[in-house]
């Protein structure tokens, strides 16, 4: 099932207060990416959006209800704490959709960074062979 593009575009105009956002895909919903390459938010095929979190982050979003990206395989059902759910408050509220926003932005940073890193260093290994 895609995801619903009017949706989406309510999802961007709640993060609008970060600056320029690009979606992409992921898995069968859609990475939003602010920064260039920071992905801080993923909408699911069923409309849920998922914020990136971090052990830092993450009882924040605990405390506010929100539910970790869950996905099943054939070992079972596995839960990724890394996407916490947006609380449904902020659904209706742009002011608390960004502050939320702003939260994952660090976690976002620090995997970009890292996503960066292993891509340098992949690069750098196949020039030295080369």
Known sequence: MAVDPEFVEHVLDLFLGL?????????????????????????????????KSDAATLPAFEAA???????TRSSGERQVTSLMSLPESAMDDASEALDWARLSMGPAR????????EKARKAARKAAKA
């Open 65 to 71: 209800g929100a539910e970790p990206f869950t996905y």
């Open 110 to 117: 620090a995997a970009a960074a890292k996503k960066r890193a």
């Open 19 to 51: 600056g320029p956002l690009r979606t992409g895909r992921m898995f069968s919903g859609v990475a939003v990416y602010a920064e260039e390459d920071a992905m801080f938010a993923m909408i699911s095929s069923s409309q849920t959006v998922y914020m």
